[in-house]
């Protein structure tokens, strides 16, 4: 590779134009480094844009450890307790960005992710950040310094940052690259999958609730795998969609789904279906198990579980007062722990996130850099490091950048 002239030389590189590279060149950028953004895309930020049905959450307020998944879960401990929700959010405030509190910690833009975009993009200017857009990789060599080929020219630098993403919605440019450099030079990588996607069911499950397409309910889901591991269960909204399941629940989920394991269901969250049943039976002796289900859930699921229940030999069209105690705990059960199993998910072309990454075993975790390779930082999304839906994931992208610009 031959030499590049000095207006191609930079203290740090970075790949990578998302959440993440953004913020680690800024920070480097204020911090007086001269630093240059690689972007394939025409444009930077472009999953920012889309985040948050257009308006980005961009934070949580509550994010702790406890909300990542990793193959080490203390690795995200040191960039997140040293740039914090609150850091960013001054960022945002200092742009006089209006936001807003949508549920209890995960913070929104007022009027669009547009926002979130030009305030990087002002700081990155600010900053004396360069940014190249549509400008494809070839090759990456390390030497005394590291080289970056490309179509626009070829790039030095001290230190190169890989902000890359992962796989997930492909048609929004995502690629392997960041995996490819890891392998290029002999980090190891933890197994890659789909993560906060919706799932898909088999065809003859699909049919019994396909109908339902387009109903939403509060539920309360969890993974019934059966192999003695624990994992969390999550309290929110799922979609029956024409293809599975899907809404905030069933995102959640999706990242502790081992392949081919049950999911329960249960349809009454925070209350216990047992009391109610027996209260609408005391109350409502006369009334059918369809009417009073009716009453409590939208009509359409309340005639799918009493058709379920049916099938079982529970007649829920007959008064309550007429039930045995034996169906009454059959009603209980479907009430509190309908089970399905997926076929799979919708995998990377609708996945919010990619599982797994570069092992954090190999990395800095105060600086994000590769231990035996000095100057090559991770960052983000291509790290084994993966956060729940509502703002954890941008969050750990605005913390690991900061933690690699740190040490550019």
């Known amino acids: ?155 030095e630098s001290d230190s190169l940052v890989i902000a890359t993403g992962g796989l997930s919605i492909p048609k929004m440019g995502a690629t392997d690259f960041g995996h490819r450099i890891a392998r290029q030079f002999a980090l190891p990588l933890r197994p890659l999958r789909a993560g906060l996607v919706p799932f898909t069911l088999h065809p003859p499950v699909l049919a019994h609730w396909a109908e339902l397409s387009g109903v939403s309910a509060a539920v309360h889901v969890e993974v019934d795998a059966e192999d003695g591991q624990e994992r969390p269960g999550f309290s929110e909204q799922m979609l029956v969609t024409h293809r599975g399941l899907s809404g905030p629940a069933m995102l959640q989920l999706s990242s502790y789904w081992p392949d081919g394991a049950a999911i329960s269901v249960n349809w009454m969250p925070g209350e216990s279906a047992e009391d109610w049943l027996a209260a609408q039976r005391s109350d409502h002796p006369r009334r059918s198990l369809r009417t009073v289900l009716s009453d409590r859930l939208s009509q359409r699921l309340a005639v799918r579980l009493c058709e379920q229940l049916d099938e079982l030999g529970i007649p829920t069209a007959q008064s309550l007062a007429q039930l045995t105690r ?51 930082f991770f960052i983000g999304e291509v790290v084994d490091v993966t956060g729940w839906l509502g703002g954890y994931n941008f969050q750990w992208a605005w913390a690991s950048g900061w933690a690699a610009a740190q040490a550019l």
């Open 326 to 376: 034996e169906q009454m705990d059959g009603i209980t059960d479907c009430l509190q722990s309908t089970r399905f199993r997926p076929s799979g998910t919708e995998g990377y072309r609708t996945a919010e996130v990619t599982l797994g990454g570069v092992d954090t075993q190999a990395l800095s975790s105060k600086t994000m850099e590769a231990r035996a390779v000095p100057g090559l």
């Open 1 to 155: 590779m031959s030499e590049p002239p000095s207006s191609n030389r930079f203290d740090a590189i970075v790949i990578g134009g998302g959440a993440a590279g953004l913020l680690c060149a800024i920070t480097a950028g204020e911090r007086g480094r001269r630093v240059l953004v690689i972007e394939h895309a025409n444009r930077v930020g472009k999953k920012i844009l889309m985040s948050g049905g257009g308006r980005c959450n961009f934070t949580h307020l509550a994010a702790t450890p406890a909300q990542y998944i990793s193959g080490n879960p203390h690795f995200c401990k040191s960039a997140l307790a040293r740039y914090t929700p609150w850091d960013f959010l001054a960022r945002v405030d200092r742009h006089r960005i209006p936001w807003h509190e949508k549920t209890p910690g995960q913070l929104f833009c007022d009027r669009s992710s547009k926002d979130i975009v030009a305030m990087l993009l002002a700081d990155a200017q600010a900053a004396a950040v360069q940014i190249r857009t549509g400008c494809r990789v070839h090759t990456v060599a390390r030497g005394s310094r590291y080289q970056v080929g490309t179509d626009q020219g070829c790039f």
